[in-house]
């Protein structure tokens, strides 16, 4: 028996491949998702042999989940757009299925998922694996009740807050349950600077730097200003040609 989560925004989509499963008695439905955010929970949960996977989903994509789960289990994309079939190989996915698809071409994927399966995860995707522990692009966070995703492209700078920190984006302020420290690690360090004991800034959201006493006071893309403290000043000036 193999375990199989099917994630789709739409529920005609997860119908279908319920439908189609119906077929192979030996592949087990254990989960379904309409979104990013609850598809990371559940593959993380169950731990499925195989998942259907769509691709443009609300809030977060199907790239964006495999970047949030804790093994990559094999991956069927099952989406109606087309221009993402290259990226979809490049993280080494088992087959992608361009939506309406056949009853034959449903056959096709489960065939060659069985292939995969054989292994406890395709070497492939152990590559991803690796890849995926660099640096996020899209991050999990607090606002208000609920938790919800963030780009961390959108990102202006970062705040300490206690043991916590704030992260604001153009119009949003979010909260991190890690500290300023951690967040200092796990972001790209060639776009995301500590300059200050309290604050990182996003380089790309920097518009102008403008000298403050003996450091620096930068003004970002919003229009916000942080200031840089002395102790970290140096790395201003490494900056500036």
Same mark, same amino acid.
């Given at each position: ?142 606002? &208000?009740?609920? /938790?919800?995703?963030?780009? +961390? ?8 807050? *206690?043991?916590?920190? !704030? =992260? ?44 403050? &006493?003996?450091? /620096?006071?930068?003004?970002? +893309? ?8 002395? *102790?970290?000043?140096? !790395? =201003? ?5």
């Amino acid at each position: 028996m193999k375990k199989v989560v099917i994630v789709d925004d739409e529920k005609s989509g997860r119908n279908l491949i319920k439908e189609y499963l119906e077929a192979y008695p030996d592949l087990i439905l254990v989960g379904e998702a309409n979104n990013g955010v609850d598809a990371i929970k559940i593959i993380n949960e169950f731990k499925p042999d195989l998942v259907f996977m769509d691709i443009q989903m609300p809030g977060m994509t199907g790239f964006d989940v495999l970047q949030h789960l804790d093994e990559i289990p094999n991956i069927i994309f099952s989406t109606a757009y087309d221009q993402y079939a290259l990226k979809a190989f490049e993280v080494h996915a088992i087959d992608y299925l361009l939506k309406p698809y056949t009853k034959d071409r449903f056959e096709t994927s489960i065939k060659k998922a069985s292939l995969g399966m054989t292994k406890k995860i395709i070497p492939l995707a152990e590559e991803h694996m690796a890849k995926k522990q660099d640096f996020p692009e899209r991050i999990i966070v607090e606002k &208000g009740n609920k /938790y919800v995703t963030l780009s +961390t492209a959108d990102i202006h700078h970062i705040e300490a807050y *206690g043991d916590y920190s !704030k =992260i604001h984006s153009a119009k949003e302020t979010y909260l991190s349950n890690h500290g300023i420290g951690a967040l200092e690690e796990r972001l790209h360090p060639t776009r995301f600077l500590r300059i200050h004991r309290s604050s990182i800034v996003h380089l790309e959201k920097v518009a102008e730097v403008a000298k403050y &006493g003996k450091s /620096y006071l930068l003004v970002l +893309t919003n229009q916000e200003k942080v200031k840089v403290s002395r *102790g970290y000043a140096d !790395k =201003i000036k490494e900056l500036i040609f």
